[in-house]
């Protein structure tokens, strides 16, 4: 093949045997050829001088430098020939189309396109929004509307208090006057009240209108330069649309049969129906477009993290990634129709013949050891669960039983109740942090201080769940206490005590460069898979909820 983007093996691959079906992008370990077409891809972007881009390699990271992420996909031609095609996500430098990669589904940075020449116009209406924003005339008016806003209240406020003591005045003067007045005097009294109460209203609402005449001069001042801007704003927002909307009819994209969807379809009837932002620019979306096109067989799959990580999530330089969740599996799941791929791993049973231990039974709750790669409780496509066993072997317990989860990954300890008062009990004990727990993990990575603390608050990927990213603007507070035990051969083994609870909050705390930055052993999601993950619950102190006695459980890691 002589396109520039099909790119033969440099070296002998005849001895790596090739996958039977195409790798499931979003679980997956990456297949022997392609981690050869990655090592490949990497020596090319280390000898390059084609990419303007700070990627952040090594020591060489600055407050500019951002890694990115890379695909290599394994195809083989029409002839037979065997090769791979690279891409990246999003764009480097200020480029989509590079020769040694494959060009973005749509190309948006098009010198002179209708893309390019609509993003200026509303570039210059922004900008033109922005120096109205900033004239020191309408700054003034608006100070000075805003005060008097405060002032017209204010004195509106008070007038008002004056009526109502005069108001009170009145009824003090009636109550007095009951037994001293004739009943003809007393509703004498009574209708003279009455008027005055009429005069103070009608006094009121025409000062009233007369405060509001005055604010009216300022407001008009103001309205005759914000107005316009108002105006501008709605013009860009419609503009803004239109073209976001012409811009997702451009994204088309095909399976293996040709068949083309563009991103608005794609989205339809999905939560968020609108498309998110970049969607159909990561890299696997551009490696099956271009091997479609071009009549090329995809074989395997390959994502990488390539330079320095982003501030929020936990990416490490050369490890490999899955798909995106939130922007690719809709797109993937049409662009994958036809294609013979891997099952989905994550619709495997995985707690099959895996044996529940009891450590602890007394006629309110059990304290059980979890094993690895067991839900705690039922998923979406799994059921086996903690929950789900328990449930059957207690058919008279009331409640949720489960008073606290363990990721499905994470093994030790976890407290199961029998009785909905007792559950309650047990809650209320984790919500104001009377449970203490103490996690081992072993990390891929030496730590050099003997203890410390993590402070690095979370959230959700909302791109990509169930990924957790660090975020300190709408994060919720997650705090974890550690102490090294042991460091061996590049790892460390440590202990966790975390005093706040949140999803994957060990797992983002060891992985993230502003936490650990050392992967735990086995991390899937975070790191590097292994034969599981090496993070177990380990010890765990409470009250007990009937008796009041301080109860301690502990069970040894088999790492």
Known sequence: ?????????????????????????????????????????????????????????GNNITKSSLGKMFGVLVVKDEFGDLGYLAAFSGKLGDRNIYDHFVPPIFDMLEEGSYFMQESYKLDLLNKEILRLENNQELQRLKSTLDHEIILTNQKIKSEKKILKSHQKSRQAQRESAIGSLSKEEYADLKTKHNQESINDAFLLREYEVYLKEKLSIHRQRYDELAIPISEMKVEMKS?????????????????????????????????????????????APKLYQYAFLHRLKPIALAEFWWGAPPSSNSRKHKYFYPSCRGKCEPILGHMLEGLDIDPNPLLINHAVGKVLETVYEDEHLLVINKPPEFMSVPGKLVTNSVQER????????????????????????????????????????FKTRKVKKRY???????????????????RVDLENRPYQIVCKEYGKSARTKYEVISRKEGKTKIYFYPI??????????ASHHLGLNAPIIGDDLYGKRADRLHLHAEAIWFEHPVSGENMFFEVESDF
């Open 1 to 57: 093949m002589s396109t520039s983007k099909f790119h033969r093996f440099k070296t002998d691959i005849s001895h790596i045997k090739l996958p039977v079906k195409s790798t499931f992008p979003f679980y997956y370990e990456p297949h022997p050829i392609a981690i050869e077409a990655v090592r490949e891809l990497q020596e090319y972007l280390l000898t390059t001088d084609d990419i303007d881009h700070d990627f952040g390699i």
């Open 500 to 509: 706040t609870g949140r999803t994957h909050q060990l797992r983002v705390h």
């Open 239 to 283: 503009n803004s649309k239109a073209l976001q909307d012409w811009l997702f009819e451009q994204y088309n994209f095909l399976n293996i049969d040709l068949k083309s969807k563009n991103v608005i379809d794609i989205f339809k009837h999905k939560i968020p129906e609108v498309p998110p932002s970049g969607a159909g620019d990561c890299a």
């Open 440 to 458: 081992i993990a072993l990390l891929d990575g030496l730590i050099s201080n003997d203890e410390g603390y993590i402070n690095l608050p979370l």
């Open 390 to 429: 328990l449930k059957a072997k207690y058919p008279k317990s009331t409640g949720p039983m489960i008073v606290h989860r363990l990721d499905m990954s994470t093994s030790g300890i976890m407290i199961v109740t029998k009785s909905k008062e007792v559950h309650k009990r047990l809650q209320d004990q």
